[in-house]
């Protein structure tokens, strides 16, 4: 499975806020509600909720329904997969780079 171009805006800018990044860090480690989730936070439940739908709306999380209750985790199959097309992409641009440091050497 590799991570769509046109999905790869969303997934960075879900990403690249630091209160995002910690709670897929905490599902990754046991699925959890927003209201679970708030509790460790200084933030509302409300705005755990807000950033776990960027999360879902990115593919990086989803939702497991509990009874009355939502929680969330981690979908670890779509993150290794952004982990190696972002891995494929440093390969590239370092044998690029290698080939301008020859040429400017040369």
Known sequence: MTI???SLPAAFAALGDDTRWELLQRLGT???SATMLAADRPIS???????LEVLR?????????HGREVRYRA?????SALARDLDTLA??????LRTIKAAAEG
Do not use: C, N
């Open 4 to 6: 769509g171009v046109e």
């Open 30 to 32: 046991a699925p959890a």
């Open 45 to 51: 439940r409300q705005a755990v909720a807000r950033h």
């Open 57 to 65: 709306e990115a593919g990086l999380v989803e939702t497991e329904i």
């Open 75 to 79: 979908i670890g199959s779509r993150l």
């Open 91 to 96: 390969q590239g641009w370092e044998r690029r």
